[in-house]
């Protein structure tokens, strides 16, 4: 995917504008920078894709991520599309708060200490430990499916937030009597 880059000065006024080419292949991100126009960056695109590396691009290969991991798993985790949908937005909220600087976290750099602090930050931003817990699940099945695939030795130990809700349950009509 060709976009434009634009290059501010030291005052922040637009200086100049480049072109970026930009792909995804078997897992590598390829992105070569300073193109003039974007059919030039289109152009490189295509040849990337046919094969033609030429001139070795910038390779960005993060290994195994969260995401990449949900991405890879979805349908063998979740077969239910519903649940599939929440289950990645979950993964997704909680990978976030793993690594603020980095919303992709790599899967071995996930420890204990770093689960710890992000069931903390969701329940300071105001979710029910409820919430959390089932947030967690989640990538207890990431971090599981990590684990099978060799990626990591073990799977961290999860903090389950305990829950201080009372749940309500209504009485029926039979129980009223």
Do not use: N
Not at 9 to 38: C, H, M, Q, Y
């Amino acid at each position: 995917m060709a976009y434009k880059e634009i290059l501010k000065g030291p005052d922040g006024k637009p200086r100049k504008v480049t072109w970026v080419a930009e792909i995804s292949l078997e897992g590598r991100r390829l992105r070569k920078k300073g193109f003039p126009t974007e059919s030039l960056a289109m152009t490189q695109e295509r040849k990337w894709r046919k094969g033609d590396l030429g001139d070795r691009p910038q390779v960005q290969d993060k290994g195994a991520t969260l995401m990449g991991l949900v991405k890879k798993h979805r349908l063998t985790l979740w077969p239910q599309p519903r649940w599939r949908r929440l289950m990645e937005y979950a993964v997704q909220l909680v990978s976030k708060e793993l690594d603020p600087r980095d919303w992709d976290p790599k899967v071995d750099t996930i420890t204990k200490a770093k689960l710890k602090s992000a069931a903390q930050a969701l329940l300071d931003r105001g979710l029910s430990p409820v919430s959390v817990r089932k947030y967690f699940s989640g990538v207890s099945k990431v971090l599981k499916a990590a684990e099978d695939d060799g990626l990591i030795p073990s799977v961290p130990t999860i903090p389950w937030p305990k829950g201080t809700k009372i749940k309500v349950r209504w009485l029926s009509k039979e129980e009223e009597l």
